[in-house]
């Protein structure tokens, strides 16, 4: 991306923060939010006995298995999170590890980020070169139809790509805490690859070495998604798969928005006190061949209340080729993707934005014949 051009940040048009949108008490939203009407969403207008009827993504408690003793007997809980793996891509765990405190104490700062004046955040202002920074659209086509959020994206690891000084100085205690979480984050995601890994028929230290052992990637984005005067007619995020190894999310409680894709309907998640989300993600469908699938979904936003979201993304060494796994590639069942690196895996989305799973889709019409 050598030619991004220093006009409007790199960016094609003007950067509109969704926060002063909001803010600024509009009726209604501009044309450049709203999605054809095919896209939008049927905002939940039943009652709430039929939400409550609905289904939810599995929700597995971690407990006996990371602190129970070793004669627990795991055969129930990892079928549960195989089964969950391959059903849905998604599934919730309580008892995972990770500080209750400290999740609500980083949502809280979070909060108090996107609180301050929309000056103070300008400052970390990002571009689509490596997108760090506070930014408010994926994808750099003109004219393109934008999700109602803004986010703050940062590095976590490898270690030469963290930089303290692009991430927000205030509010005070934020930098520190961000460490924290990423670190305890990172520790809950080793475990979940080894879980993965045996469910899949795989030694456990198998897809952690295939995503470069101990020079993986971790992101964080955190999501804001201001409440909005006419949520029926926009997404908070548009339909699409993560695009990296796994991704951790901590929603606010209770709050309902993210919703996962099951066959030919959505699914509105509703997070279980203390939970944290896990879904599969791009490079784990292609390591896997398929056999775990990285699901859509996407996010509603309401006009009553602005969102936040925490999205931590555990990726692969981004220089090294991402293909199925030998060990899953049987006559039966030949490789289903072509090789890539996650660095050039990335570049689609960074241009394009959200699209639905056409990713990875496209890496099967790049397969050698
Ligand atoms: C994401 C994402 C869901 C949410 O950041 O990739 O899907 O609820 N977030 O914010
Ligand atoms: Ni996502």
């Known amino acids: 991306m050598s030619s991004l051009s220093p006009q409007h940040g790199g960016w094609p048009e003007p950067i509109v923060r969704v926060q002063s949108l909001s803010e600024s008490g509009v009726s209604t939203i501009p044309n450049q939010y709203i999605k054809p009407p095919s896209q939008r969403p049927s905002i939940a207008t ?49 008892n995972h590890g990770v500080s209750l405190e400290l999740m609500g104490r980083i949502l809280q700062l979070w909060r108090q980020f996107f609180s301050l004046p929309i000056e103070e955040k300008q400052v970390y202002a990002n571009t689509p070169l490596t997108y ?21 994206f940062l590095y976590y690891l490898p270690y030469f790509l963290k930089d303290h000084d692009k991430w927000p100085f205030l509010p005070t205690l934020l930098r520190e805490t961000v460490e924290e979480y990423c670190g305890q984050l990172v520790k809950l995601s080793g475990t979940l690859m080894k879980l993965f890994s045996i469910n899949l028929g795989l030694g456990e230290d198998r897809l952690q070495k295939a995503f ?88 509603v936003v309401n006009s009553a209340k602005n969102r936040l979201s925490l999205a931590f993304f555990y990726n692969p060494k981004s220089d090294i080729p991402i293909e199925p796994l030998k060990e899953l590639v049987t006559p039966d069942c030949p490789p289903l993707y072509a090789p890539m690196t996650f660095d050039q895996y990335r570049l689609y989305v960074r241009m394009k934005g959200p699209k639905g799973k056409s990713q990875v889709e496209s890496l099967k019409s790049l397969q050698r014949s």
């Open 46 to 94: 039943e009652p709430q006995q039929v939400y409550d009827q609905e289904p939810n993504i599995p929700i597995i408690d971690l407990g006996d298995l990371l602190f129970g003793d070793d004669h627990i007997d795991s055969t129930i809980i990892m079928n549960q999170i195989s089964e969950a793996c391959r059903e849905w891509g998604f599934l919730q765990v309580v």
């Open 132 to 152: 760090e920074g506070y930014g408010s659209r994926l994808g750099v086509e003109k004219g393109a139809i934008l999700d109602w959020n803004d986010y703050f």
């Open 212 to 299: 470069g052992g101990d020079d993986i990637g971790a992101c964080l984005r955190a999501n804001f998604y201001p409440k909005c005067p006419q949520p029926d007619l926009t997404l908070g995020l548009s339909p699409h798969s993560d695009p990296g190894g796994m991704t951790i999310l901590l929603p606010e409680a209770h709050d309902a928005g993210l919703q996962v894709r099951q066959r030919d309907s959505w699914v509105t998640v509703k997070a279980a006190p203390g939970a944290l989300i896990i879904n599969i993600c791009d490079q784990i469908q292609v390591l896997s061949n398929a056999k775990y699938k990285s699901v859509e979904h996407r996010v």
